[in-house]
């Protein structure tokens, strides 16, 4: 099975093609994400463009130029405009404030998201290795059967994933590229509810308009909204099928181990609790209230402002309101962004990654048999008291137990710097271990010299008897 694995890996290579290094982001890649994570970008922070709400706020930003210009003509042309700025200091503390909360908010949820998705990950690799170890295959055409069930089972989990990533963004069928081969074959009410009507299409001028006006944005649910029939609840659906499979091997007796049984319902339990923690997430957002006093506060301050200071700064009232209009509406369309983690901005959760991830986790653990005791304890190159030894384990059946037990607690007085300096020589009372079958593995214990602790068979040396390289002094 090694050779095999060493073989496949030498046979495939997976570095990125010299086309895929020379590609680069179009319009629509650059603002829309969620962002890749493998990508890596030299420019400082304050001068980049992927990732940041600068689009998004650009238009509002110069419209207040254009407004703070018009009060400063006004101004300096025809009638003085004399407010006292303190009212600019009264709503600038509002603004604090209702910004604060805002962001606070939108920055609880987007971790809220981000925990479901990481314990979704651990979870399903959990499940995947409970049932691949210990679902037991029977015999003869049975032992295939219960192969290809065990593998359906495992592509259920990442069925699973993709189905709660498509229902958090309100995509409720099955009729996807990365989700359809998974779920095709289940009896489900996506399936016969029939297909997106939402395309992906290349982006013109009315998508770059709904970039730059949140006012042109669509109806996010609009898919939910238009369908005919029931769409059910896939997640929800498939842990059903996953439940059955487990009553299955449960009464056909191969998957024997009770505590193990108990776990495997657990795990499906915690996907439930998952589905509806992502649901509690998508469906809660800030009271509606809110999110209408802290957009007309913020707007109110932002177009006020510029009537306060166009007496104390004359025309560099117009840079100081759209410089002071960017960071308060980039702050509030950075909460308004994240709000939703689970979207398809820039900024949310690259959930294809986390996806891809839960994927890959089982196609490894699926990848071989479970391991057996003597292809990995009994390996030629196992150290299985290493540091102490670095003989393998066809050395220590010559020792007593007792020599391996006292080997074993020699092992736990070793420092981790003595571990980190395993080559390194120093004088003084730490024995030096010379492995006769591997040749020269030394170690720097700090203990005394014990009576007990190493094989008899070892050659055991001290740095004070004359050992070469040592010297002087200990620690």
């Not at 971790?111 to 037991?136: D, Q, Y």
């Not at 996010?220 to 996953?242: D, Q, V």
């Not at 990995?376 to 220590?396: C, M, R």
Request: net charge positive; glycine share 6%.
């Amino acid at each position: 099975m090694t050779q095999t694995l060493e073989d496949a890996m030498n046979n495939v290579d997976i570095s990125p093609s010299h086309e895929a290094k020379k590609a680069r982001r179009n319009l629509q890649e650059y603002f829309i994400g969620p962002r890749d994570l493998t990508r890596h970008s030299k420019w400082p922070r304050a001068l980049r463009m992927h990732g940041s709400v600068t689009p998004k706020i650009l238009l509002r930003t110069i419209l207040i130029g254009l407004w703070s210009a018009g009060i400063t003509a006004i101004s300096q042309r025809v009638h003085e405009i004399n407010i006292h700025p303190v009212v600019a200091t009264v709503l600038g503390i509002l603004v604090g404030f209702s910004l604060s909360l805002r962001s606070s908010t939108a920055y609880e949820r987007y971790m809220e998201g981000r925990k479901v998705w990481s314990n979704l990950t651990g979870i399903s690799a959990t499940l995947a290795r409970n049932i691949w170890c210990h679902a037991k295959e029977r015999d003869g055409e049975d032992g295939k059967r219960d192969l290809l069930a065990k593998v359906s089972f495992l592509n259920l989990i990442t069925a699973f994933a993709l189905a709660l990533k498509h229902k958090v963004r309100f995509e409720p069928y099955t009729q996807y590229e990365d989700l359809f081969d998974l779920v095709n074959h289940l009896d489900t009410y996506a399936k016969y509810a029939g297909k997106p009507r939402t395309k992906t299409t290349r982006p013109n001028t009315w998508t770059k308009i709904k970039y730059l006006l949140r006012i042109a944005e669509t109806n996010p649910r609009k898919e939910l909204k238009r369908a005919k029939r029931p769409l059910g609840n896939l997640p929800s659906e498939i842990l059903a099928y996953m439940n059955a499979y487990v009553q299955e091997i449960v009464d056909n007796g191969t998957f024997p181990l009770a505590a193990i049984q108990g776990k495997a319902v657990a795990n499906i339990q915690t996907f439930d609790d998952i589905l509806v923690t992502a649901d509690r997430i998508l469906n809660t957002p800030l009271p509606i209230a809110y999110t209408i006093a802290i957009s007309q506060i913020t707007w109110i301050y932002v177009i006020t402002l510029p009537l306060q200071l166009v007496k104390l700064m004359g025309w560099a009232n117009i840079p100081v309101t759209m410089i002071s209009a960017y960071i308060i509406l980039g702050y509030a369309a950075i909460g308004n962004e994240i709000e939703n983690p689970f979207g398809t901005e820039v900024n949310d959760l690259p959930l294809e990654l986390y996806c891809a991830q839960i994927a890959s986790d089982i196609a490894i653990i699926s990848s071989r048999p479970p391991a057996r005791i003597e292809d990995y304890a009994f390996h030629p190159d196992n150290k299985p008291l290493y540091p102490i030894s670095t003989s393998g384990p066809k050395y220590w059946p010559d020792a007593d137990i007792e020599d391996i037990g006292d080997a074993l607690r020699t092992r736990a007085l070793i420092s981790k710097p003595a571990m980190w300096r395993r080559q390194s020589l120093i004088s003084g009372k730490f024995p030096l271990v010379r492995d006769r079958s591997v040749g020269g593995s030394t170690l720097n214990t700090q203990v005394s010299r014990p009576t007990h602790g190493v094989p008899a068979t070892a050659d055991v040396r001290w740095a004070d008897d004359g050992a070469d390289g040592g010297g002087e002094g200990g620690d």
